[in-house]
């Protein structure tokens, strides 16, 4: 199902791009029910922290899928690959971006995330 014919490095970069296209749909979402109901924003925090896990576990199936061996690998790499584009664009596009403890949670999360879709992606081939 996840089986890539492409390189991992391909599929790395196709596992990435459909992480943050799910990404911005959840976050579009959760963005109009928090506008159009009585939803709150104290929930914030918990739906990035499940986002993120739920994204770089399917990002790393995706590149592990296209990867002979070493799914773990591939898997954190790809983790680590989605919350440091992340970094990079808050560095560009916000004037006071910071590295914070909500970033090295959302890193762990990402690299825990990718490593389990790593190994589950090498194993489903």
Do not use: Q, R
């Amino acid at each position: 199902m996840f089986k890539s014919k492409n390189s991992p490095v391909i599929a790395l970069f196709k596992g990435i791009l459909i992480s943050y296209i799910l990404t911005m749909a959840v976050f579009l979402i959760f963005a109009l029910l928090i506008t159009y109901t009585d939803l709150s924003e104290k929930h914030i925090s918990t739906v990035i922290k499940v986002t993120t896990a739920l994204v770089c576990i399917l990002s790393g199936l995706i590149t592990a899928g296209s990867a002979d061996k070493g799914g773990l690998i591939w898997g954190i790499i790809s983790g680590i690959s989605y919350v440091a584009i992340m970094c990079i664009v808050g560095f560009i596009l916000i004037p006071d971006y910071s590295l914070s403890p909500k970033i090295i949670i959302s890193l762990m999360l990402a690299v825990a995330g990718g490593g389990l879709g790593g190994i589950i992606g090498i194993n489903i081939k």
